[in-house]
């Protein structure tokens, strides 16, 4: 059975810093690539940053500088660390692992979300 818990979430400062792990199980992990999505209150699920199963990260605009995503095959984990937190990254953070089988099919797993809050 597949996995994903993330962890790490909570209420912060703007200015503030939090690092979200992604802890996975029931995959090999080093075949995923790993991406990190947020979704605030009536907002659509958005994407945040990823990192390649070769460890290429991207980050969209409004992350880039602040947040630092990176991975750990060895202890099926990947990591979000944020800072510099503004009132408008507060969201619903979730992991997801994907990978393309040689088929063609996308494959996705997605954890269940952990909340940040960042307020003042």
């Known amino acids: 059975q ?4 993330e962890s790490g979430g909570g209420l912060v400062q703007p200015g503030g810093s ?12 080093n075949i995923y690539r790993m991406a990190w999505y947020r979704q605030a209150p009536g907002a ?18 409004f992350v880039k500088g602040r947040f630092t995503l990176s991975r750990d095959n060895a202890k099926n984990t990947a990591y979000l660390q944020m800072n510099s937190l503004e009132p ?18 996308t ?9 940040v809050t960042v307020s003042s």
């Open 18 to 29: 939090l690092r979200l792990s992604c802890f996975t199980s029931g995959i090999i992990l």
């Open 44 to 61: 659509q699920r958005e994407l945040v940053a990823s990192i390649t199963s070769g460890g290429m990260t991207d980050y969209v605009d």
């Open 107 to 115: 494959v996705d797993y997605w954890g269940q979300g952990t909340q």
């Open 88 to 105: 408008e990254d507060t969201a619903v953070y979730y992991c997801n692992a994907r990978r393309t089988t040689q088929g063609g099919w």
């Open 2 to 5: 597949v996995q994903l818990v």
